[in-house]
């Protein structure tokens, strides 16, 4: 018989995923999913009877039914039991549905009969539903069963098969249900199916059943794969891997500590975005959110963050994050922006800020596999020189944000702050036919690619690149007196973006301004100020720390870029604030924030894109993957004075 950990029971429903999908678009509710299928269920709610609902397809951004698939009991009592078939007769229990670390449950008694149903993931194209039917009667139940469902009217069709019943979606995907018992021809009734077991089934008191349907997906019919699956040996391995992610994140399940919650929340929040290798896409890799219809892609900046947490409790799917950005850089070094299925969607005007080395070192930290680091290094070399080569507009050694079309929106993009303050009067300057930059030098740009340079030298010394690594170190140290010396301003003791031709600092302070102490290149003397911006109240230091520009600023708001707290850029300043010695700050801003981000801690709540600074209210888009990555990085990390992970 199958088992569920008690271990996990303190986290069910740690991420409210009921609903009752109202129509194809319905995106009120987010469901749950697995092993990098590109479908989903959700746990019904109690009212509703209990089961799942779904499937949410993620390649179309619909759903393909209320409820493909619903076991039908019907009891018997001819000659078998003492009563009439109803309720009242019998034990009864109402339906409790919820959602458990890897899989979801749905339990209730009705007609004298415990019904436990459990869904889990066996593989990216599977899920796996099974029902175990209990006697908890007196006397002897019999009764016979079938399999039932239904398609919204406009999404498809349903078509009988030799091994059980085919969905057709009408943007092309297909679903196989098929059972390990016989079955009767499948019945078809224009948008409705029903699917009965020939067995009758026979239970004495305390006799248990159990019967199992396979749901398969498929992008469309012609790549459909149909393989048997031992439903124990596949439940077994769901365990064993569920409980080696919370166990390697520290998560015991003993308690429901706030933190621990986090983790979990965090851990369902990644792992449920998480899409496998599918058409042109090679390799794994996570949306920012499965819960919003324009975040069916794959971008750059998310990558790297979403990277970075992964290791902890996946390497390899940690690996494939990466891999996937890389597979698709063009021959400048480029890295697009973002990329999707169909090639003719992705955004080639701009890339996102060069944080792929960060990522790349923690995996290797967490791994050492060198092999890793020998395939990527020479991409990632790649990737830093298209900075100098298309982003340097006056070959200072100082880069700029910008675009391959020459338009403002795509450098502002390319940021990764869309609508920064910063950018307000930004003009763009012409550096080719195909590069442009904006009219300043970005401080976090520059930060960033002198931490690179300094990932570039230590990889380089791992594979025995002494010449390069030597290289790297000197190119470091050259930027990062460019940045000390041109960049920050002593009258207000932060960091600032640089007027390309006059070098006057752009007066906005931002969390640019942050980025050189996460970095590590601000003189002792430069973090000491910059920590006294970090922590007055009446800037940085607000409810929710760390707004996207200081509280003080006139153009303060709740404007995406513009004011609102997002967690890597929390995730930054807590770093650099410890990498300077100032642990205790950054154990006390750290607790601020998970004691403040309304519902982080606390089951239900899912974790947003960006937080209000001065309520702590979660905005924009639900089930955020980058927010989870920063969240964990932070809880089990904790501050280091190693820049996140980096030895």
């Known amino acids: 018989m199958l088992s569920r950990s008690a271990e996990i029971e303190p986290f069910a429903d740690v991420l409210d995923r009921h609903g009752v999908p109202a129509g194809p678009t319905d995106w009120s509710f987010a469901p749950f999913s697995d092993q990098g299928a590109w479908f989903a269920m959700a746990p019904a709610p109690d009212e509703s009877g209990g089961g799942f609902t779904g499937p949410f397809m993620m390649t179309s951004g619909q759903w393909l039914s209320p409820r493909l698939a ?3 009991v019907d009891v018997h009592e001819d000659g ?17 549905s919820r959602t458990l670390p890897g899989m979801l449950l749905s339990e209730q008694e009705k007609l004298g009969l415990a019904r436990t149903e459990t869904l889990w993931f066996d593989a990216p194209s599977t899920a796996l539903y099974r029902v175990e039917l209990t006697n908890v009667t007196s006397i002897r139940r019999a009764f016979t069963l079938s399999w039932t469902g239904e398609l919204f009217s406009d999404q498809g069709a349903l078509a009988g098969s030799g091994d059980g019943v085919v969905a057709r979606a009408s943007t092309g995907e297909s679903f196989l ?15 409705r199916y029903r699917m009965g077991l020939v067995d009758r089934f026979e239970l004495d008191p305390g006799e248990s059943v159990t019967t199992a349907l396979t749901m398969t997906f498929a992008w469309n019919e012609a790549t459909m794969e149909r393989r048997p699956v031992d439903v124990e040996a596949s439940f077994a391995r769901n ?45 794994s890799s996570l949306f920012p959110s499965a819960n919003v219809d324009y975040f069916n892609g794959f971008w750059a900046w998310d990558s790297w963050k979403h990277a970075a947490a992964l290791a902890h409790f996946d390497p390899a799917l940690a690996k494939d994050q990466v891999r996937l950005m890389f597979d698709h850089q063009n021959p400048s070094g480029m890295v697009p922006d973002v990329i999707y299925l169909d090639a003719a969607e992705d955004n080639w005007r701009d890339t996102k800020p060069p944080l792929a080395g960060w990522a790349i070192e923690i995996i290797y930290t967490v791994t050492r596999d060198l092999d890793f680091v020998r395939e990527l290094y020479p991409k990632l070399s790649s990737y830093h020189a298209f900075w100098y080569q298309q982003r340097d507009h006056d070959g200072d050694g100082l880069c700029e944000y910008g675009s391959t079309d020459g338009t ?11 609508n920064a303050v910063r950018f307000d009067e930004t003009k763009m300057l012409k550096n080719s036919e195909a590069a442009w930059s904006m009219d300043q030098e970005s401080v976090d740009l520059n930060s960033y690619l002198y931490f690179e340079k300094l990932v570039l030298g230590r990889l380089a010394e791992a594979l025995g690149l002494q010449t390069e690594a ?37 007066a906005v302070q931002g969390p640019e301004g942050f980025i050189p102490l996460w970095a590590g290149l601000a003189t002792p003397e430069q973090a000491e100020r910059v920590r006294e911006t970090l922590l007055d109240e009446a800037k940085f230091r607000t409810y929710v720390p760390f707004p996207t520009v200081s509280r003080a600023h006139p153009e303060f708001s709740d404007g995406y870029w513009r004011g609102l707290v997002w967690l890597d850029q929390a995730y930054f300043a807590i770093q650099g604030l410890a990498r300077y010695g100032y642990e205790d700050d950054a154990v006390a801003l750290t607790r601020q924030l998970f ?6 801690t606390s089951k239900g709540p899912p974790l947003f894109e960006n937080y209000d600074p ?33 030895p």
Not at 177 to 186: D, H, I, K, S
Not at 251 to 268: F, H, N, R, W
Not at 408 to 418: K, N, Q, T
Not at 478 to 499: C, H, K, P, T, V
Request: hydrophobic content about 35%.
């Open 408 to 418: 403002l929106e795509a450098a502002r993009w390319e940021s990764g702050m869309d």
């Open 239 to 283: 365990r064993e891997r569920w409980t080696r992610y919370l166990a390697s994140l520290g998560v015991d399940g003993k308690d429901s500590e706030p933190q621990q919650i986090l983790l979990v929340k965090a851990l369902e929040t990644l792992v449920t975005n998480w899409r496998a290798p599918l058409g042109r896409m090679r390799f």
């Open 80 to 96: 078998v039991g003492d009563g009439d078939n109803t309720d009242a007769q019998y034990p009864s229990r109402p339906a409790r």
């Open 470 to 506: 030597v290289r790297w170190h000197r190119e470091a140290n050259a930027l990062a007196d460019e940045i000390r010396d041109q960049m920050y301003d002593e009258n207000s003791g932060w960091f600032y973006d640089i007027d390309v031709s006059s070098k006057e600092i752009v």
């Open 70 to 72: 619903t076991l039908d």
């Open 614 to 646: 001065l309520t702590g209210a979660g905005r924009n888009v639900k089930h955020f993957s980058w927010s989870a990555a920063h969240l964990l990085l932070l809880a089990i990390e904790g501050p280091t004075q190693s820049g996140g992970g980096v």
């Open 177 to 191: 249900l098929t059972v390990e018992r016989e079955t009767a021809p499948v019945e078809i009734s224009g948008t």
């Open 595 to 600: 004691d403040h981000l309304d519902g982080a």
